[in-house]
């Protein structure tokens, strides 16, 4: 997904290693599971600003470098 420019809609705990990487990059926005509101909200506001949603998606870019194959292997090998 990031690979592909996608800013990130994330359903996850803040504590998470996920909420951690969006918040690192900047490229997308956590909710808890109900918030349903929230999400629609997020999802209007891309749809309606396009500054956002480039800026998102860029982010999401950027962060897409730092997960090549090599670092996928370096993480199996650690955790195998």
């Known amino acids: 997904i990031i690979a592909a ?3 990130i809609l994330a359903i996850t705990t803040k504590d998470s290693s ?3 990487l969006i ?3 900047q490229n997308g926005k956590i909710f808890v599971q ?6 629609c909200e997020f999802i209007l506001q891309l ?3 396009s500054q956002l ?3 998102l998606s860029k982010q999401s870019l950027i962060a897409a470098q ?9 993480y ?3 955790y195998k």
């Open 47 to 49: 749809a309606n600003n």
């Open 18 to 20: 996920l909420a951690e």
């Open 23 to 25: 918040d690192q990059f």
């Open 53 to 55: 949603l480039s800026e």
């Open 76 to 78: 199996f090998e650690i």
């Open 66 to 74: 730092k997960f090549t194959s090599a670092n996928a292997r370096k």
């Open 5 to 7: 420019g996608n800013p």
């Open 34 to 39: 109900n918030d349903i509101q929230g999400m």
